[in-house]
């Protein structure tokens, strides 16, 4: 995981399976790659996930809270070679749920795609998944994750233990 560079973002925006780029257009008025260029400016963390110089995934965490309530936005956009990579992308991503829990209590968004392997990766994670419903005539479900005194996200589960992994596997 490295901190996103102005590349990394062009090379995902290409990257990405065609639903998800329709989506994030659809959301920035056709502008994706500029959206992604203020996600990441606006965020206290982000990072990039990186194999062998091509970017699978970027993420990170957008300050949406307030002094009493510390809650923040997180995102993660990732393009369909993450799959190649899957062991260590399942790994890095319990390690960067850790980082961005040290820096906000509570994690929080709502999701498009929430069915299926992402389903699984984020109640894997540790994610509230809610009950589906319209946000901006798009059917989408909240998701939250609040950070647990005692949770240890170093240790990562095996994935060889078939009732963790999240590809079900």
Not at 13 to 30: K, N, T, W
Not at 107 to 112: I, T, V
Not at 129 to 155: H, K, W, Y
């Amino acid at each position: 995981m490295v901190w996103p560079e102005p590349a990394h973002v062009d090379a995902l925006v290409d990257l990405m399976r065609p639903e998800d780029r329709e989506a994030l257009d659809r959301i920035s008025g056709g502008q994706s790659a500029a959206v992604l260029r203020e996600g990441i400016a606006r965020s206290l963390y982000c990072f990039t996930y990186l194999a062998d110089e091509v970017p699978l995934c970027l993420g990170g965490i957008i300050d949406i809270g307030t002094v009493l309530a510390p809650d923040g936005l997180v995102w993660l956009v990732v393009q369909p070679d993450v799959e190649r990579h899957k062991k260590r992308f399942l790994r890095e991503s319990r390690r960067q749920m850790a980082i961005m829990l040290d820096i906000m209590p509570v994690l929080r968004n709502a999701e498009r795609t929430c069915e299926g392997k992402g389903l699984r990766w984020l109640k894997w994670l540790g994610f509230e998944i809610g009950e589906r419903m319209l946000i901006n005539g798009e059917s989408m479900v909240p998701i939250t994750m609040r950070a647990v005194i005692g949770r240890d996200f170093s240790r990562t589960v095996p994935i060889t233990d078939r009732k963790t992994a999240p590809d079900g596997r």
